[in-house]
């Protein structure tokens, strides 16, 4: 697998903003820009777009200028970006890839209640505006950048308490097969990104070096542990800890990170606007 010499990660949307000049903007979900030499990644597209398309501008970015668009899974707040015309405009014709199941109805039992939270387009519709290449095997992307497909479970804990899809004409739990990272191969080592993490961290970094053959080196994005019990959190940031450096985002929960920030030399502060270099 190719080794990238360049590799450059930009938050464009999360919960949290990671820098004071110039003034942007965040909200619940995720998005970021991968730019290698000859390659452009969107990986996600944000809750609503705004924040993509305004920190995109603010931070000299041009979208129209993407090679690809990854999905990270099938949740609004990773793909609720898609609902606003502007930014569906900006990135029109781009290929979308993502896991096949990523189009299923996703369901969220918030207080009680049962609320959509899947892709505000179907099938039909995306692929007015896109060409889609949907697999849930791993996908070389571009040299040294794998699209993960189906992560491989391998006993650790998966992310997904309280979420539901339809199958035969029932609502099941959904345990998130559409959820998908990126391992990008760096001289340092692998670096994955993920969405939410809802096929779990540990799972995603093993699979990782499963799929390439080599050792991960650094982690970023959301690993929804924001409502894992300490003990299990701490356990996390355990095997996390192994890594060089790690980059606790989105739904990740403010105890992983705090936990993770005690070390210095590993901690990356991956909110809106942090440029992230390999």
């Given amino acids: 697998m190719k080794k990238l010499s360049n590799l450059k990660i930009t938050v464009l949307s999360d919960n949290f903003v990671s820098t004071l000049i110039p003034p942007l903007i965040g909200e619940w979900g995720f998005s970021a820009i991968i730019e290698t030499d000859d390659t452009k990644i969107l990986y996600d597209v944000g809750n609503s777009g705004y924040p993509v398309l305004y920190n995109a501008e603010k931070l000299g970015i041009d979208l129209k200028k993407i090679d690809y668009i990854v999905l990270s899974h099938g949740h609004s707040d990773h793909t609720g970006g898609f609902g606003n015309p502007e930014l569906v405009k900006k990135l029109e014709g781009k290929v979308v890839i993502a896991h096949p199941s990523v189009f299923e109805k996703k369901l969220l039992n918030w207080s009680g209640k049962l609320e959509y939270i899947g892709i505000p387009m179907n099938l039909d519709?995306?692929?007015?505006?896109?060409?889609?290449?949907?697999?849930?095997?791993?996908?070389?992307?571009?040299?040294?950048i794998i699209f993960s497909g189906e992560v491989k479970r391998y006993g650790y804990d998966e992310y997904t308490a309280g979420l539901f899809t339809t199958k035969d004409s029932s609502v099941v739990g959904d345990h998130m097969k559409d959820d998908a990272?990126?391992?990008?191969?760096?001289?340092?080592?692998?670096?994955t990104l993920t969405g939410c993490g809802h096929s779990g961290i540990l799972n995603i970094i093993n699979h990782a070096k499963e799929v390439t053959g080599e050792n991960v080196y650094a982690s970023l994005?959301?690993?929804?542990?924001?409502?894992?019990?300490?003990?299990?959190?701490?356990?996390?940031?355990?095997?996390?800890?192994k890594l060089n450096k790690i980059g606790p985002a989105h739904c990740s929960g403010n105890l992983i990170k705090s936990l993770i920030a005690e070390h210095k030399d590993k901690f990356i502060d991956a909110g809106v606007g942090k440029v992230i270099e390999f």
Avoid at 128 to 142: N, R
Avoid at 183 to 190: D, I, K, R, V
Avoid at 225 to 230: D, F, I
């Fill in 125 to 144: 519709e995306m692929e007015k505006h896109f060409h889609v290449i949907l697999t849930s095997q791993p996908l070389e992307i571009a040299e040294g």
């Fill in 221 to 241: 994005g959301g690993f929804h542990l924001l409502s894992s019990p300490k003990d299990k959190v701490v356990k996390v940031s355990e095997e996390l800890l």
């Fill in 181 to 191: 990272a990126l391992y990008m191969n760096t001289e340092n080592g692998l670096v």
